[in-house]
T-cell receptor, first 110, second 115 residues
Framework: GQQLNQSPQSMFIQEGEDVSMNCTSS?????WLWYKQDPGEGPVLLIA?????ELTSNGRLTAQFGITRKDSFLNISASIPSDVGIYFC??????????FGKGTLLTVNP | EAEVAQSPRYKITEKSQAVAFWCDPI?????LYWYRQILGQGPELLVQ????????DSQLPKDRFSAERLKGVDSTLKIQPAELGDSAMYLC?????????????FGPGTRLTVL
């Protein structure tokens, strides 16, 4: 099946630092989505990207849909303790099926 | 705020027993998904419904798993008999599809432990 390569697998940063994570694929996707998941909860949608090259912000979060449609990145600026969690990228095909990355575990040290 | 509801939140069962999970999607969302998430991995799609019809169940282990959405609203996922390898988080999601716009919203999940 399709694979999404998400990196890094984990990050340990100080409060106030900026964070960057990315996803790459060998396949083209129509849509890229970024989710955050807290322990024991379902993923929460952060940002959805629909056009190649699109750059979208949601508060301190910024994400981009790669021009090749095979990659996406997520930046978090000025991290705070509540940013702790697992961040997943997901690529979506025309049949709406989502393929998820393996996640990036973010730890923020106050 | 509208949310996807799931129950139970946690289920512990012994292998060979039957288990069932319930999901109520966001009102008005025609598409409903069941995902399985193994610890340390991203969710993987098991089955996708459009109203009451199955759109994709290619990854559903049909010898032991079944899913239904009889009235096109809420849905039930069943495992019979449960095996040790079924221990995972089972997530339900729903979406309102409009052209290319399909944002899937997830419920809190059911954590299944098979002993």
């Amino acid at each position: 099946g399709q694979q999404l390569n998400q990196s890094p697998q984990s990050m340990f940063i100080q409060e106030g630092e900026d964070v960057s994570m990315n996803c790459t694929s060998s396949s083209i996707f129509n849509t890229w989505l970024w989710y955050k998941q807290d322990p024991g909860e379902g993923p929460v949608l952060l940002i959805a990207l629909y056009k190649a090259g699109e750059l979208t912000s949601n508060g301190r979060l910024t994400a981009q849909f790669g021009i090749t449609r095979k990659d996406s990145f997520l930046n978090i600026s000025a991290s705070i303790p509540s940013d702790v969690g697992i961040y997943f990228c997901a690529g979506q095909q025309s049949n709406y099926k989502l393929t998820f990355g393996k996640g990036t575990l973010l730890t923020v040290n106050p | 705020e509208a949310e996807v509801a799931q129950s139970p939140r946690y289920k512990i069962t012994e292998k060979s027993q039957a288990v069932a999970f319930w999901c109520d999607p966001i009102s008005g969302h025609a598409t409903l998904y069941w995902y399985r998430q193994i610890l340390g991995q991203g969710p993987e799609l098991l089955v996708q419904f459009q109203d009451e019809s199955v759109v994709d169940d290619s990854q559903l282990p049909k010898d032991r798993f079944s899913a239904e959405r009889l009235k096109g609203v809420d849905s039930t996922l069943k495992i019979q008999p449960a095996e040790l390898g079924d221990s995972a988080m089972y997530l339900c999601a729903s979406s309102f599809d409009f052209g290319n716009y399909n944002e899937q919203f997830f419920g809190p999940g059911t954590r299944l432990t098979v002993l």
